[in-house]
Nanobody, 123 residues
């Protein structure tokens, strides 16, 4: 029912910046909490950031706090992840996700997922 398309991943050097975008369709975007997750090579999927229906109270993993910023534009059904001061450890496939009522740090409670976009940070 809800479709998410996440884009923006590419190869970038350490210390650089990148902005990921996720466009939603097929539902009422403002009803959903939105999150970003990532899966590094050979590792489990991990929480990155989340933002509420209203755009308030963003939440971040400790590993990205202070470097990444999540935001949303409900008028355009879009959520963003601005990534600054990128590190090689940030290399992963990044996924946007949506849920109604959920624990935003728990990937198992999300209802919809984007296809993923590859971010590679070279040393």
């Amino acid at each position: 029912q809800v479709q998410l398309v996440d884009t923006g991943g590419r190869l970038v050097q350490a210390g650089g910046s990148l902005r990921l975008s996720c466009v939603a369709s097929g539902g009422t975007f403002s009803d959903y909490e939105m999150g970003w997750f990532r899966q590094p090579p050979g590792k489990a999927v991990e929480f990155v950031a989340a933002i509420s229906w209203s755009g308030g109270m963003p939440e971040y993993a400790d590993s990205v706090a202070g470097r990444f910023t999540i935001s949303r534009d409900n008028a355009n059904n879009t959520v963003y992840l601005q990534m600054n001061t990128l590190k090689p450890d940030d290399t992963a496939v990044y996924y946007c996700a949506a849920c109604m009522i959920c624990t935003v740090t728990n990937r198992n409670e999300y209802n919809y997922w984007g296809q993923g976009t590859q971010v590679t940070v070279s040393s």
